[in-house]
């Protein structure tokens, strides 16, 4: 074998460090990884080449914002991670953990922190603000209410006994696509420049809830209709028919009541700003869903 000349070894020892940083440095945490964003995250990070680690408490990495010995395995060599904090955001205790959770990923040289919050709530300030710590260039998403709660989350079983039971009046929402907001975040979880910055993230159009059960009835030929009921009931009823400890059935019951009084009923352009592109429509989405199958059962 051809001997190298201290100067090639040097060149392929700094090519070689070099790679191993690369790919170090491109790591990306996801937590809640197996839930609606932080799945399709997951995706995209990894169809664009970036070692990805699912944090989740079933995810591959173990991970439990109840236990805070599973953190530091999980931001091992993480440069940046994506945060969908479980159960809300807006959770009284969210702020402390989440500040508890952002040093230990600077101490760990994490330098992006990507965090999903909620759009138009002063409850999830306190969130937002910790996770803004020295050496993490931290992204916020503030988030509209999901297409996807109709087809994977707490609508879908309203929508499956043809009546979506909620606490939204006649209020309009600007609901968004996951895939948008999981857009938005890689963009903001490996894209060139990062800093602090805060986006509200939209879809295109204002729907009231009433509208969005005439859409999904129409794709899918099912009688879908939406019947607003009080916040009061409907956390009454979380706890009544739900097992819901009666502690979280009244931080739903507040949260819903701010969060629908209407203050989110207008449009922002930050996926354009962010994408390049216009938000994806409620009605798309739909005609997706009910090609899935998902609301066939
Ligand atoms: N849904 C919306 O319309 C909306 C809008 C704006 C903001 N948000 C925010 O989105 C966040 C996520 O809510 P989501 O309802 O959409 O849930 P989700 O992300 O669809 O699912 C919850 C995720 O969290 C994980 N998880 C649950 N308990 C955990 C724990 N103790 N430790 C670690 N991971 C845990 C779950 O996986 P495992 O079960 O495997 O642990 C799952 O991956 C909340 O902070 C909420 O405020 C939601």
Known sequence: M??????????????QHTETQATERTTVLVLGGTGKTGRRVADRLSRAGHPVRIGSRSGETPFDWEDPRTWEPALDGAAAAYIAYYPDVCDPGAAATLRAFAERAAERGTRRLVLLSARGVEAALPAEEAVRVPGVAATVLRASWFFQNFDEGILRDGVLD?????????????????????????????GDGAGDRTYEITGPRLLTFAEAATEIAGATGR????????????????VRD????????????????TLLDGRNAHLTDDVRRVLGREPG????????????????G
């Not at 009546?163 to 996951?178: H, L, N, T, Y």
């Not at 009688?223 to 979380?238: D, I, K, N, Q, T």
Request: hydrophobic share 50%; charged share 25%; proline share 4%.
């Open 2 to 15: 051809a001997r190298l000349t201290s100067r090639e070894l040097t060149g392929r020892m700094t090519t």
């Open 162 to 190: 043809g009546e979506i039971v909620f606490p939204a009046g006649d209020v309009k929402e600007p609901f968004v696509d996951a895939d948008d907001i999981a857009e938005v975040a890689v963009a903001a979880l490996t």
């Open 223 to 238: 009688a879908v209709r939406y019947v607003p009921v009080s916040a009061e009931s409907y956390g009454a009823a979380l």
């Open 242 to 257: 739900h097992g819901l400890p009666d502690e979280l059935g009244a931080f739903l019951t507040e949260l819903f009541a």
């Open 281 to 296: 429509d409620f009605a798309d989405f739909v005609r997706r869903a009910a090609r899935g199958g998902v609301w066939a």
